[in-house]
């Protein structure tokens, strides 16, 4: 019968070098996430989702579902930490990014109390345009709540604290920001009247839709291969995910396409700033997804580019 090889795990800081833990008679197939289980046993305030462990201190963070006998150390591994700070659950995350925007917004529209002057608190615009701004902004939120809850499904169980405010700041800046000029007494309507409002009206439809649809592919993927294996997207029936013809990232085109078609819908310029702005961080998403598919995946599609067809 043969013996059973224990590790030896010891956790150093990845900055000072010091020894913060040493673990003795590890399983041979124990996983990184069962370490930072007994890590935690000796600093209680460091829960597992706080903690980032690495083979090198500016190497990549290991995965939970990394095994140690399958890692390139000998039976006495040295694993690097470092605290990721406070952690909050997904559903503080949502309702923090998602129903700020929501609330913020609404507050405009309704012209609460010193937003603007004393005599238009409470009133509506005459502005049609106004109103179906708000429908959209509001079905747009409601639709990331959904799939937030529903559809997506992420693969880490907590988010940092700090990084919740920063995106928070971002949204709820931006939501306050463009509500106040489009829901403003002297608010100008577009240009082109009623045929600029519908036909960006019936684009930004799409455009949700279609996020909402490759949305959906994707969870379904994921739930197909199940969580280690690894599949890229491709299209299905559905004609909204033939764009995977195309882009590797369509949700992200779908996306800017919306915020494009409403910042057209409204005419307002600080609505163009915030696609602008959007558009490049989803840009840059997405070449580093389509760089991952072209490298994991020999036989990736060379056609497709990572957000705009043909194009970038």
Same mark, same amino acid.
């Given at each position: 019968?043969?013996?059973?090889?224990?590790?030896?795990?010891?956790?150093?800081?990845?900055?000072?070098?010091?020894?913060?833990?040493?673990?003795?008679?590890?399983?041979?197939?124990?996983?990184?996430?069962?370490?930072?289980?007994?890590?935690?046993?000796?600093?209680?305030?460091?829960?597992?989702?706080?903690?980032?462990?690495?083979?090198?201190?500016?190497?990549?963070?290991?995965?939970?579902?990394?095994?140690?006998?399958?890692?390139?150390?000998?039976?006495?591994?040295?694993?690097?930490?470092?605290?990721?700070?406070?952690?909050?659950?997904?559903?503080?995350?949502?309702?923090?990014?998602?129903?700020?925007?929501?609330?913020?917004?609404?507050?405009?529209?309704?012209?609460?109390?010193?937003?603007?002057?004393?005599?238009?608190?409470?009133?509506?615009?005459?502005?049609?345009?106004?109103?179906?701004?708000?429908?959209?902004?509001?079905?747009?939120?409601?639709?990331?709540?959904?799939?937030?809850?529903?559809?997506?499904?992420?693969?880490?169980?907590?988010?940092?604290?700090?990084?919740?405010?920063?995106?928070?700041?971002?949204?709820?800046?931006?939501?306050?920001?463009?509500?106040?000029?489009?829901?403003?007494?002297?608010?100008?309507?577009?240009?082109?009247?009623?045929?600029? *409002?519908?036909?960006?009206?019936?684009?930004?439809?799409?455009?949700?839709?279609?996020?909402?649809?490759?949305? *959906?592919?994707?969870?379904?993927?994921?739930?197909?291969?199940?969580?280690?294996?690894?599949?890229?997207?491709?299209?299905?029936?559905?004609?909204?995910?033939?764009?995977?013809?195309?882009?590797?990232?369509?949700?992200?085109?779908?996306? *800017?396409?919306?915020?494009?078609?409403?910042?057209?819908?409204?005419?307002?310029?600080?609505?163009?700033?915030?696609?602008?702005?959007?558009?490049?961080?989803?840009?840059?998403?997405?070449?580093?997804?389509?760089?991952?598919?072209?490298?994991?995946?020999?036989?990736?599609?060379?056609?497709?580019?990572?957000?705009?067809?043909?194009?970038?």
């Amino acid at each position: 019968m043969s013996r059973t090889t224990f590790f030896e795990v010891e956790v150093l800081d990845g900055r000072t070098r010091q020894q913060l833990c040493f673990l003795d008679k590890v399983e041979p197939h124990a996983t990184i996430g069962e370490i930072k289980s007994l890590f935690h046993k000796s600093y209680q305030q460091l829960y597992p989702a706080r903690q980032d462990l690495k083979l090198h201190p500016k190497g990549k963070s290991l995965r939970d579902d990394d095994v140690l006998q399958n890692l390139p150390v000998g039976t006495t591994a040295t694993l690097y930490f470092r605290d990721l700070g406070p952690q909050v659950g997904w559903t503080m995350v949502f309702l923090a990014e998602y129903f700020g925007p929501l609330f913020i917004y609404l507050l405009f529209y309704f012209r609460a109390p010193y937003i603007y002057s004393h005599q238009d608190a409470f009133t509506s615009s005459p502005h049609s345009v106004v109103t179906l701004a708000c429908a959209c902004h509001t079905c747009h939120y409601i639709k990331r709540l959904i799939e937030t809850i529903f559809v997506h499904r992420f693969s880490h169980g907590t988010m940092p604290l700090r990084t919740i405010v920063r995106n928070c700041v971002y949204y709820w800046a931006f939501s306050a920001w463009l509500a106040f000029y489009i829901n403003h007494p002297l608010y100008t309507p577009p240009s082109y009247g009623d045929m600029q *409002v519908n036909y960006a009206l019936a684009i930004f439809v799409l455009c949700e839709l279609g996020n909402f649809s490759i949305h *959906v592919a994707l969870n379904n993927l994921k739930a197909e291969g199940g969580p280690k294996c690894r599949k890229f997207p491709h299209p299905t029936k559905n004609p909204f995910t033939w764009l995977f013809f195309f882009v590797s990232c369509p949700n992200y085109t779908y996306e *800017v396409g919306a915020w494009a078609s409403f910042s057209v819908m409204t005419q307002c310029l600080p609505v163009a700033l915030f696609t602008f702005l959007a558009f490049i961080q989803m840009t840059i998403w997405a070449k580093g997804k389509h760089k991952t598919y072209s490298r994991e995946f020999k036989d990736y599609p060379h056609l497709r580019m990572p957000i705009i067809p043909l194009l970038l």
